[in-house]
Nanobody
């Protein structure tokens, strides 16, 4: 089992940057593909980015490609999301999630473990 705790959210102006972190408990963190999802009020949870268990492969939603970077440090059991050139439409609660090894998934239903989320608000 993996427990996930996100941090790093906050209020930022459009064009600014934030770095989200997701601290994982347990020695099995390095066994999981990891993902970031977000959910805005009244909207469904949507895929943002994913990274393979080795860190060698990544995948991004078109809406964040070129602006966000997902990375991981398996020695520190930590997942990151660097967010640059933020836009008001990036405002949401951001969640990290853990998935079993295999093909990286963009579907929330395939992820086994979730953090509690961290709020990101981008003002115009």
């Amino acid at each position: 089992q993996v427990q996930l705790v996100e941090s790093g959210g906050g209020l930022v102006q459009a064009g600014g940057s934030l770095r989200l972190s997701c601290a994982a408990s347990g020695r099995t963190f390095r066994s999981y593909n990891m993902g970031w999802f977000r959910q805005a009020p009244g909207e469904e949870r949507e895929f943002v980015a994913a990274i393979s268990w080795t860190g060698a492969n990544t995948n991004y939603a078109d809406s964040v490609k070129g602006r966000f970077t997902i990375s991981r440090d398996n020695a520190k059991n930590t997942l990151y999301l660097q967010m640059n050139s933020l836009k008001p439409e990036d405002t949401a609660v951001y969640y990290c999630a853990a998935d079993r090894p295999g093909l990286m998934s963009t579907q929330a239903s395939t992820y086994d473990y979730w953090g509690q989320g961290t709020q990101v608000t981008v003002s115009s």
